[in-house]
Structures are given as structure tokens and as C-alpha cells.
């Protein structure tokens, strides 16, 4: 049984950082991509990060220079790491996986069941 779990939300001031830990059992992060997805209230499913299996990284361009993904494959576990986060940040935090490279939503076939990141003064 695949399980993904995050942790790591929280409330944050504007400009302040936060990381974000995916955690998974059944699963072994580095023979599958890991994305990071984003849904603020009323709003899709936004893509926000991936890393490959060979570790290659993709970003939004909303996020790109602020954010970094990384995985420590000993922990099996998958870091997002926030810096310089806005309000617009806000959003329920979403680790998934799939055996593809894509940045769509779809093709992604476990996740987790996400963590609310406010970023508020």
C-alpha cells in the first residue's frame, strides 16, 4: 500500500520561509518523479515543483528562485523548501508521484493528503 504523507505547514509571515516534507512508504521516491502541487481556496490544482529520478528539478514561474525541491533518498523522503513566501503562497501543499515526467495533474497516480500553508502577517 503506497502512503504519502506531508508535513511541514503551518502560518507564516510574508517573507519568511517554510520547508515541506513528503514522507512515503510503498514506494521508493527515487525510481519515480515527485511533484509538489498547490490549491488555494476556489481555485485548480496548481503544479509547483518536481524532481526526477536522476534528480533533474522543474518550477512554476511563480515559484522559481523562492522555492526548491530535494530528496533524500535515505530517508526516502522529498523537501520543499520556501523562501521569500508571499500571501499569495497560501494554499494547501500536495506531494504526488508518478512513473512519468509530466507537471499535469492527472498523470500523477498517489498523493498525499496535504498541508495548509498560510502565509499572513
Known amino acids: 500500500q503506497v502512503q504519502l504523507v506531508e508535513s511541514g505547514g503551518g502560518l507564516v509571515q510574508p517573507g519568511g520561509s517554510q520547508r515541506l516534507s513528503c514522507a512515503a512508504s510503498?514506494?521508493?521516491?527515487?525510481?519515480?518523479?515527485t511533484g509538489w502541487f498547490r490549491q488555494a481556496p476556489g481555485k485548480e490544482r496548481d503544479f509547483v515543483a518536481l524532481i526526477t529520478q536522476s534528480g533533474w528539478t522543474g518550477y512554476a514561474d511563480s515559484v522559481k528562485g523562492r522555492f526548491t525541491i530535494s530528496r533524500d533518498n535515505a530517508k526516502n523522503t522529498v523537501y520543499l523548501q520556501m523562501n521569500s513566501l508571499k500571501p499569495e503562497d497560501t494554499a494547501v501543499y500536495y506531494c504526488a508521484i508518478t512513473p512519468i515526467l509530466t507537471r499535469d495533474s492527472s498523470g500523477y497516480d498517489y498523493w498525499g493528503q496535504g498541508t495548509q500553508v498560510t502565509v499572513s502577517s
Open positions: 510503498g514506494r521508493t521516491f527515487s525510481t519515480l518523479v
